[in-house]
Nanobody, 117 residues
Framework: QVQLVESGGGLVQPGGSLRLSCAASGSIFSLYVMGWYRQAPGKQRELVATIPNAGSPNYADSVKGRFTISRDNAKNTVYLQMNSLEPEDTAVYYC???????????WGQGTQVTVSS
């Protein structure tokens, strides 16, 4: 079982940038497809981006060209670089880990991102 701890959220003005980090522990990092989801008030949780151990990342249409997901397997960490942030990006961002072949999901506790002037 993997444990996930996010960091890097906060308050930023529209057009600004933030980088989220998610540190994983307790299992073999390369066995997981890592991802970021978000949930805004009154809305369902939605996919932001995912990245397999080998292969191309996948992004929601709403963040393509603005957000970049990456992973450092040596540090067991996944990142989400968020640029050109918009008020609509305001949400709690959750790190996820999906165990390959088994498809079990694990979640972090979430980190708040607020985009406001």
């Amino acid at each position: 079982q993997v444990q996930l701890v996010e960091s890097g959220g906060g308050l930023v003005q529209p057009g600004g940038s933030l980088r989220l980090s998610c540190a994983a522990s307790g299992s073999i990092f390369s066995l997981y497809v890592m991802g970021w989801y978000r949930q805004a008030p009154g809305k369902q949780r939605e996919l932001v981006a995912t990245i397999p151990n080998a292969g191309s990342p996948n992004y929601a249409d709403s963040v393509k060209g603005r957000f970049t997901i990456s992973r450092d397997n040596a540090k067991n960490t996944v990142y989400l670089q968020m640029n050109s942030l918009e008020p609509e990006d305001t949400a709690v961002y959750y790190c996820s880990a999906r165990r390959i072949f088994i498809n079990t999901y694990y979640w972090g506790q979430g980190t708040q991102v607020t985009v406001s002037s």
